[in-house]
């Protein structure tokens, strides 16, 4: 061994006190290393520690996790620098120099026992944060949709059903409606979000006026349906799920129609438009364009 | 009027049988099915409404407006009983000119009348049409004798007996038994044996006897659409084998878990179960036999994977639809923790006739393993477009030349796609190959639900397995690694490929990653994911030998890697192509031959798609000056 190595100082800073910093932590300090473990935030654990369960055994997740926690806070070697961030990295292997801010938490982290009685008197965060119930049973759009979540009886398996129909009569999800449905059917905002999110069929941003669903079938697709699209969202100026500046249209592209016949094809506002071409595309949104003008016009004499 | 016995269905269905006045002629129009009506259906039937009073002939003229008769590309059609006659592609227009001809003076109207794509003979009985002949209905074969929303039609046509024969002379047992014994297997995909997946969950402990019926109508297969034509044209066969189920299963509420995307299906549905409550068919005390069925529609709301069982239980409580690990199985502990039996559409559909002609004659058509009939929706590069029902064991072949009637504008067949999403594509070299469960997993497709995609020699099949995937990203639920990340990363491979940017080691790392995402992943839709890349990789490895080294896509797809030329020797100069140019990158003047500006082409493909004299080509890049 060189001079130089054998003359290492023999301690290791790991940054990031997740599952991964710990077990790397744990696995050096009983080696005999000395260990400064680094953390952001204020505790250690990182992600695993939030979850319930892990892939893809559907073990426990904090069952794995904690007793590292505790094993890691009194291990002789290991230091941990918790709510601190790194600066600063100087010199070169072995011989590092480290600089490390350490936040004010005006709590003496190695007397605290985390009772809890500072929190209960508090005059700034007294309580666990939550968000406030939205102020509801005003807006036309609470009662529009308290009458769909009557219509179905309330029931927390109702959600989807609901969603749907506030999908329909509203034409996308608003903020309010998604709190107004989590407050009523007594499911956390984060689900009832949660779903909205997933389902294909919710929008959670205002559509256009003329909503156009491009089929992506695989019928439609070997008969030329992504140059509809691309020429839709040429003629359009947008991409795929989004609305032209003045909301006279939404892009939208759908799996399958299930009219696979007439493919390539596109439903303008629930009309079906079979065998499509891209030099039929022009002519084909300028009838809808059209039409509302047609309509403006109407109103207006 | 409440249907108190299984004798009083009987006297109900002689008096409907009776009520029908001896017709002369019966007119059938397919009407109600949401690709008929797109193909102005609904005008054709009006017009027939209207023309046959004006003509005089109420009496003695029937007109039956049915679902859909399968024979897609020549809706809307019209049939005259009884000379089977059969009119293609029928406008508002033509009816009149058959009311005078064919129903006044019996001739036939040669125009209307089918041509065969290859010889280009007329047909004029409809059980002479190659599409059917070869055909074996007994699912979709109904459709034609029945008015969707008339219940009437359907116990008429013998419809509700099958319930009547279990319900008065079988015991849930012996319901099981048959279905177990006719080796019917599951029409969504996977094929569990049926009878297995019942008798799981009629002995299934269950802490309060509670059991659950679902029938699974979320036909998320891009290229599939068989559910929603028999959810459409017969919806009391697939309730009839729902009650038939629950009576076997001891379950007393059920679910229909449809496709938002089908409205009509829905609605005809919704119509379904309340006439069969009416009549006392379904709700309480059925038939006066005790037994007691409720059947509830719960919509989709757009994500494939919830045709995935646990999936779509989850759904079905309220909740996001993610599959989760099947360690116990759904006939088990499904919806609610509940013993609950999922079958699909067709499935259900197929009941009622195994319990009406006993399971034996059921056994004996098909395969020694795969029994029955299977509706497939041929679509895509093929001339005879709709659905098919074909026993099992019937040759791919058969399927897409003698039924499907080969490939439009003489072009050459290159694979069809099964199975959806999950299937794979089987070339030209298998087609010979005998249509069921385990022979297409042989070939590294699967039966899936039943879609049949027909691709030509413009189809690229490397774009094939990038569209499949790029649809499943879209769809992966994201709760497993494997198909979260596989996907992605197998995908953004693919889309190199695509853009002229492959390497040598990608197709090995493409088949390394779907070999894991089989084995590793959590439910079905991530174990089969690689299904299209494996298979398109297995088959045509040389056309993304063709994609990587010489940056070409043979079939003229991937834009990045071919671009249009105008031929001088065809182009007349009309000048059309010129004015749709989007990019103005095409200069000509009128009668001389145009020019394409490579630097200003978008390779969008309008021209190509204008021109009418075929002057516009795809070649390799190299062989244009850019």
């Known amino acids: 061994m060189s001079d130089a190595a054998s003359t290492k100082t023999g301690a290791v800073l790991i940054v990031g006190a997740g599952i991964a910093g710990i077990q790397a932590s744990l696995d050096l300090a009983n080696s005999g290393f000395k260990v400064y473990l680094v953390e952001q935030s204020p505790t250690i654990g990182g992600t695993m520690a939030q979850l319930d369960k892990t892939f893809p055994t559907n073990d426990c997740s904090m069952c794995i996790v904690s007793p590292k926690l505790v094993e890691c806070a009194r291990h002789p070697n290991i230091e941990l620098l918790t709510f601190a961030e790194v600066e600063k990295v100087e010199g070169d292997a072995g011989h590092f120099t480290v600089s490390v801010r350490k936040k004010a938490r005006s709590v003496d982290g190695s007397k605290c026992t985390g009772c809890g009685v500072c929190q209960a008197a508090c005059p700034v965060r007294a309580t666990v944060r939550v968000p406030e119930p939205l102020e509801d049973g005003e807006g036309e759009r609470t009662r529009a949709v308290d009458a769909i979540i009557d219509s179905h009886g309330g029931s927390r398996e109702a959600m989807i059903m609901v969603l749907q129909d506030s999908n329909k009569a509203f034409n996308y999800l608003p903020e309010e409606v998604l709190h107004r449905i989590s407050t009523r059917l007594g499911i956390p905002y984060a689900e009832v979000y949660g779903a909205a999110s997933f389902y294909k069929a919710f929008s959670l941003e205002p559509r256009g006026t003329h909503i156009i669903q491009t089929c992506m079938g695989t019928a439609c697709h070997v008969r030329g349906a992504q140059r509809i699209l691309e020429e839709m969202e040429r003629r359009l100026d947008i991409p795929a799920g989004e609305t032209t500046k003045d909301r006279l249209f939404t892009l939208e592209t759908v799996n399958c129609l299930g009219a696979c016949a007439l493919g390539p094809i596109v439903a303008i506002d629930g009309e079906f438009h079979g065998s499509m071409t891209t030099a039929k595309v022009p002519a084909l949104l300028d009838s809808y364009a059209e039409g509302k003008n047609d309509s403006e016009r109407r109103a207006a004499s | 009027m409440r249907l108190q016995s299984v004798a009083e269905l009987d006297v109900m269905r002689a008096s409907v049988v009776a009520a029908r006045s001896p017709r002369r002629q019966e007119i059938i129009v397919s009407t109600d099915s949401t690709c008929c009506v797109l193909r102005g259906s609904l005008g054709v039937a009006e017009a027939f409404q209207t023309g046959i009073s004006e003509a005089g002939l109420r009496e003695g003229t029937g007109l039956r407006l049915t679902g859909c008769l399968g024979f897609c590309e020549i809706e809307p ?550």
């Open chain 2, 77 to 626: 059609m019209v049939v005259i009983l009884p000379q089977k006659i059969l009119y293609q592609r029928v406008t508002p227009g033509d009816v009149k000119e058959i009311i005078q001809k064919t129903l006044k003076e019996g001739v036939v109207v040669e125009r209307l009348l089918y041509k065969d794509p290859q010889t280009g003979e007329a047909i004029q009985d409809i059980e002479k049409v190659p599409f059917y002949q070869k055909q074996m209905r007994l699912v979709l074969g109904p459709n034609e004798r029945i008015e969707p929303s008339r219940i009437e039609d359907y116990i008429a046509d013998g419809g509700y007996s099958a319930l009547a024969k279990a319900l008065s002379g079988m015991t849930p047992e012996g319901v099981i038994q048959e279905v177990t014994r006719s080796g019917i297997r599951g029409r969504g995909g996977a094929g569990y044996p049926t009878g297995k997946k019942w008798e799981t969950t009629r002995t299934a402990d269950s802490e309060d006897g509670v059991r659950y019926v679902i029938c699974n109508a979320d036909e998320g297969d891009p290229g599939a659409y068989m559910d929603r034509a028999v959810l459409e044209a017969n919806p009391h066969a697939v309730l009839e084998g729902m009650v038939i189920g629950s009576f076997a299963i001891g379950s007393h509420e059920g679910f229909i878990y449809v496709r938002t995307e089908y409205p009509l299906a829905v609605d005809r549905l919704k119509k379904a179960i309340a006439q069969a409550e009416d009549l006392g068919l379904a709700g309480r005390n059925i038939l006066g036999s005790g037994h007691d069925f409720s059947i509830r529609i719960v919509r989709g709301a757009g994500a494939f994977v919830c045709g995935e069982s646990t999936a779509l239980m989850a759904s079905l409580e309220g909740k996001v639809g993610r599959p989760r690990a099947k360690y116990v199985h759904t006939s088990e502990k499904g919806y609610h923790e509940r013993p609950t039996n999922l079958n699909n559409v067709e499935t259900w559909a197929n009941i009622p006739l195994i319990i009406n002609r006993g399971a034996d004659w059921f056994a004996g058509i098909g395969t020694e393993r795969s029994k029955g009939t299977k509706i497939f929706s041929l679509v895509g590069k093929i001339n005879n477009t709709g659905l098919v029902e074909v026993p099992m064991g019937i040759s791919l072949r058969d399927i897409v030349f003698t039924i499907g009637g080969g490939i439009p504008k003489g072009k050459r067949f290159k694979a069809v796609q099964t199975g959806g999403p999950s299937g794979g594509c089987i070339p030209e070299s298998l087609l010979d190959l005998k249509v069921d469960y385990d022979e297409l997993t042989k070939a590294g497709s699967m039966m899936g639900s039943g879609g049949m995609i027909v691709m030509d020699e413009d189809t690229c099949m490397v774009d094939v397995a990038r569209y499949f995937l790029a649809f499943l990203k879209d769809e992966s639920c994201g709760k497993c690694v494997p198909c979260r990340e596989g996907i992605k990363q197998m995908l953004a491979i693919l889309e190199r490929i695509c853009h002229g940017e492959g390497r040598e080691e990608d197709i090995d790392t493409l088949e390394q990653i779907g070999s894991y995402q089989v084995d590793t992943s959590l439910c079905a839709l991530g174990q089969t994911a690689a299904n299209p890349v494996l298979s398109t990789i297995r088959y045509f490895r040389s056309e993304y030998e063709t994609h990587i080294r010489d940056r070409y896509c043979p079939a003229g797809v991937c834009k990045a890697l071919f671009r249009y030329r105008i031929d001088p020797e065809t182009c007349n100069g009309c000048m059309a192509c010129v004015k749709q140019c989007p990019s103005k990158a095409i200069e000509g003047e009128r009668k001389k031959p145009h020019i394409i500006h490579q630097e200003t082409c978008i390779v969008c493909g309008i021209c190509h798609d204008t021109c009418r004299f075929g002057a516009i080509g795809k070649v390799h890049t190299s062989e244009v000056a850019v």
